[in-house]
């Protein structure tokens, strides 16, 4: 079915189902939501995906996708989200990873605390400076001891660590330096070390198909080639050396990015995904995978400055990262809408252009997507879950249920 042809079939659905409601407002397509599961399941070879909750930050869509099959455990941003997600002994998610150090020291006493969270989480580590704090903070003992994991550094650093290519994490990146770290860990009945991650974060969350510059799509594609042949065999080096000291029950890599790539690697046991559930803008600009896009708001037009302009309320919806016109939201339906280059998306409005501007009136709604995939969820508080032509529930985002974990 011709593109074109899909796109007015999605906006037609998505306007029947949302007619009563009152933009500007966000929505989930069931249909595409369950799709991506699917597809990131097929993609990870049999090996389970991990939940990126951040990338969601919608706990009813968090436990929908934990239902089916291919998939096992959060992989959440903070503990506090950690410490409300495993909480309830009869609800609450058994499996929880905290992605990212903590220095919250009223949630790491409840954690020490309370012998379910305890059980469930596992935290952060990629020093001997966080076990002290650890230590300090929780107070944590040896018949309760922290579930712990070790983030190993998994950026490409060339000619000789003058050129970093990736994110700036854990200083981790040796079998040395991750075996030092382990045994500290294993000389401390407080702690035990039962995970290790990379996050590959320049083949996993960089586009290898950017629009409109082929020349960037091969040097991308170049340096995800390179990066993925040393850290393979790094990682494989570094898992090794980690498991003369401790019996690791997994070892979490990639991302919506990489899964395949990732997946293929003997020493990783398990997959860290969640993005591709949404299909956000920036996914689109992938070459060898692309989600069906999930999750849209709608803006109401407001103004018509002028015969070629549409203007709707508010807009301003950009995404963390480098600032540039790939962090802005975009604007989807009607087709051939675009933004006012000295205006972008403005916090209050954001006027349109584009041959569909004109025919757009006052009242008339504006489709866009995210440019990433759960901050989407900081700006409503509830996404409108569609199946077929139809809203048939409200889910509160994090926002939502009163929580605001970042």
Known sequence: MPQGTVADETRERLERATAALEPPFAV??????????????HRALGKPIRLASKSLRCRALTERVLNRR????????????????????????????????????????????????????????????????????????????LRL???????????????????????????????????????TPEFRLVGLMAYESQTAGVGNAPPGAPLRGLAVRAMQHASGAELRERRAEVVAAVRAVADLEFVNGGGTGSVERTAAEPAVTEIAAGSGLYGPALFDAYRAFRPRPAAYFALPVVRRPAPEVATVLGGGWTASGPPGPDRLPLPVFPAGLRFRATEGAGEVQTPLLGDAARRLRIGDRVWFRHAKAGELADHVRTFHLVDGDHVVAEAPTYRGEGHAFL
């Open 149 to 187: 994991c070790l983030e190993l550094d998994a950026a490409l650093r060339l000619f000789g660590d003058r050129v970093h290519i990736g994110a700036r994490r854990s200083p981790v990146r040796t079998p040395a330096a991750a075996l030092s770290l382990a045994r500290a860990i294993a000389d």
């Open 28 to 41: 989930v397509d069931l249909a595409a939501y369950d799709a991506n599961a699917a597809d990131l399941a």
């Open 70 to 145: 291919g998939f096992r455990g959060v992989l959440a941003f903070t503990l506090p989200e950690a410490n409300w997600l495993a909480a309830d002994p009869e609800t609450g998610i058994d499996d929880v990873v905290v992605g990212y150090p903590t220095a919250d020291r009223a949630a790491l006493r409840r954690l020490a605390d309370d012998e379910l969270l305890a059980r469930r989480i596992t935290l952060m580590v990629d020093s001997v400076e966080h076990l002290a704090f650890l230590r300090e903070a929780a107070h944590p003992s040896a018949t309760r001891p």
